[in-house]
């Protein structure tokens, strides 16, 4: 049966990194029976432009239709001064919201041909492959109350809140244990239990979801300063970590930095799984943003995207093979010397966004004729 898949390329870069998810995605219909029908609309500054919204509720019935969103970029000088919310990120944030995408998958996985590119030394990092799983919809970013207040004494105090429930942690922790399954069967679960009530609530749950429901994968409890210093000091002892919204966006951060460029970290993020179909609501999308420094000029590294690909590949559209097949075909252009401006390095062969599509075209091509 067809997969129904929701392209939504957004501005600037997004727009040129997608043209070559395109192609790979007809690449795979031409060659491997990839059997998808695509829907194609605007996010962000261009749905501005459009419809002078950053997204539209049409736009958002066909995302929550769809088997999966492929996202590009938002964002641009230009709409900078919109009302906030009309700015282009709204629109990303709203399919966030009503797609219920509470498991943010941010994979950190160090290509041999770019591990001289990390700020780590080349044996710390050639190898790795860590998934953290960041809880994305919940926590401090969200929890009530927060706020600016003033105090009697003519100073101000600024509040946020850390909160919790037993649900958020269990279905985050099931994301993760899952995934483990499928890799090296470990989790680490990391929060700051020695300080935090929401810590210690945290491990706990973390804990029974283990006991109850995956005794079978190997589970560590880790302090959240502890794992961004292992993270820097012997990154390869990680499969998956799970943690929450604030930890996650600096932990994910760190790990990703580990691995070179921008241009090169694709991301997933997950709602529930429904219990009727088995799929869970998913979008994917690199981490960088819409560059507006090199947009329209055929400069960007179309690999972060083309790898969110290969992520929906393996988790909503059930063609690990043909992920593999991806991830592969990249590791082998990387390793044959080229390179977009972004991952350049002496000896290489510098191409275009649109020549770096070319490379990996041809080594997928190459991978099935034997
Ligand atoms: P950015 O990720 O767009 O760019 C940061 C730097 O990395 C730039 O120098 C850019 O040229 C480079 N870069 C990024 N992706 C690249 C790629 N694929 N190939 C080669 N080089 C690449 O971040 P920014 O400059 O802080 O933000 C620019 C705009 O993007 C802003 O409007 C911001 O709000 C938006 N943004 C959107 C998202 C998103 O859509 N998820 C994420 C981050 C930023």
């Not at 029908?37 to 501005?48: L, M, P, Q, R």
């Not at 009302?83 to 950190?108: C, M, V, Y």
């Not at 990390?118 to 929890?143: N, P």
């Not at 799984?273 to 420094?293: I, N």
Request: net charge negative; with cysteine.
């Amino acid at each position: 049966m067809a997969h129904n898949i929701l392209v939504l390329p957004g501005d600037g870069i997004g727009q040129e990194v997608m043209t070559q998810v395109r192609r790979t995605i007809d690449w795979f219909g031409d060659n491997r029976g990839l059997d998808v029908n695509i829907t194609e609309d605007k996010v962000g500054g261009s749905a501005y432009d459009a419809y002078g919204a950053p997204i539209t509720d049409e736009i958002v019935d066909q995302a929550l239709a769809a088997d999966c969103v492929l996202f590009g970029a938002v964002g641009g000088p230009q709409y900078d001064t919109l009302d906030f919310s009309l700015r282009p990120e709204r629109g990303l944030l709203r399919l966030r919201k009503d797609l219920e995408l509470f498991a943010n998958l941010r994979p950190a996985i160090c290509f041999d041909a770019l591990a001289e590119a990390s700020s780590l030394k080349k044996e710390l990092v050639a190898g790795l492959d860590i998934m953290i799983v960041r809880e994305l919809t919940g926590g401090v970013y969200f929890g009530e109350p927060r706020g600016i207040s003033d105090l009697p004494n003519g100073e101000r105090r600024g509040i946020n809140t850390q909160v919790y429930d037993t649900y958020e942690i269990r279905r985050v922790a099931r994301v993760a244990f899952d995934l483990a399954q499928k890799r090296g069967n470990r989790v680490h679960s990391s929060e700051k239990n020695n300080v935090m009530e929401s810590g210690i609530l945290w491990k706990e749950e973390v804990q029974w979801v283990h006991d109850n429901e995956f005794a079978d994968v190997q589970l560590e409890h880790i302090l959240a300063d502890n794992c961004g210093m292992q993270l820097v000091r012997a990154p390869k002892q990680f499969d998956v970590i799970v943690t929450d919204n604030l930890f996650g966006d600096m932990l994910s951060d760190v790990a990703a930095m580990l691995t070179g460029s921008l241009g090169m970290l694709p991301s997933a993020s997950l709602g529930a799984r429904d219990e009727a179909t088995g799929k869970s609501k998913a979008l994917y999308e690199p981490v960088h943003g819409s560059a507006p420094d090199i947009a329209g000029q055929d400069k960007a590294n179309p690999l972060a995207c083309i790898l969110s690909l290969a992520m929906a590949l393996r988790y909503s559209l059930d063609k690990s093979d043909d992920a593999d097949l991806l991830e592969a075909a990249v590791d082998r252009v990387l390793g044959s010397g080229v390179r977009t401006g972004d991952i350049m390095s002496e000896g290489a062969t510098l191409t275009s966004c649109t020549g770096m599509g070319d490379a990996v075209l041809a080594e997928l091509s190459k991978s099935i004729s034997g």
